[in-house]
């Protein structure tokens, strides 16, 4: 059923974030949300995991609005969604495979069988199948993001949100972040959303775009229209990446 954003407000300390975004996440696909430093991308991200309670309007996830549930409810309707964070918020203590079979633990009845299967098995996904016994500190920053991913798709989320997924990556290990997003779209049809300020990889991962400015979504659409934007806001902040 997907995720629908209606009227959505939120202030702080009287200065209004969110101005009633209305936004759509269908299923299946990759949505991505750019726009600047400081106009409401990552407070966006918050409300869609129950982080913040809006001012007004509603989050609904399929087919139910977040903002009227109890605590337990809502850990079931956040037990949907994976997580990759920009610095992969990995634990230094745990070996990679303990930081993925970490969520199975801990949101699970899963035996440890059944552990050691799923995370070999989502790690193959991500490239990395025979480390799991590197420590965090021994990884690359891009074998840490393919780690995080994989823990992020160890509990099979419907949704997986990615924070600034290609940020402090050289532009090979970027593309190759890309790549894996495109690739795990197609074996999965998890619903990604992804917030960027990475215009090349907003544009190749991309089945459409949304462009939040001043607390609104001014524009959304396929890669084709956001290229063929009309909208001066979008436009200058598409050249500002120096995209062709």
Known sequence: MGIEIRDL????????????????????????????????????????????????????????DISKLNDAEL???????????????????????????????????MNEIAIKRRVTEVLAMVSMQGNELLSVSSLSGGMKKRVALARALATSPKYLLYDEPTTGLDPLLAESINDLILDLNKQTKISSVVVTHDMHSAFKVSHRIAFLHDGLIQEIGTVGEIKNTKLESLRNFINAGNIE
Do not use: C, W
């Open 9 to 64: 407000s939120k202030s702080f300390n009287g200065k209004e974030v969110l101005k009633g975004l209305n936004l759509d996440i269908h299923d299946g696909e990759v949505l991505t949300v750019i726009g600047g430093s400081g106009q409401g991308k990552s407070v966006l991200f918050k409300h869609v995991l129950g982080i913040f309670k809006p001012d007004g309007g509603s989050i609904i996830i399929d087919g139910v």
């Open 75 to 109: 850990l079931k309707i956040q037990s949907k969604f994976g997580m990759l964070f920009q610095s992969a918020a990995l634990f230094d203590s745990l070996n990679v495979y303990e930081n993925v079979a970490f969520g199975l633990r801990h949101l699970t009845s």
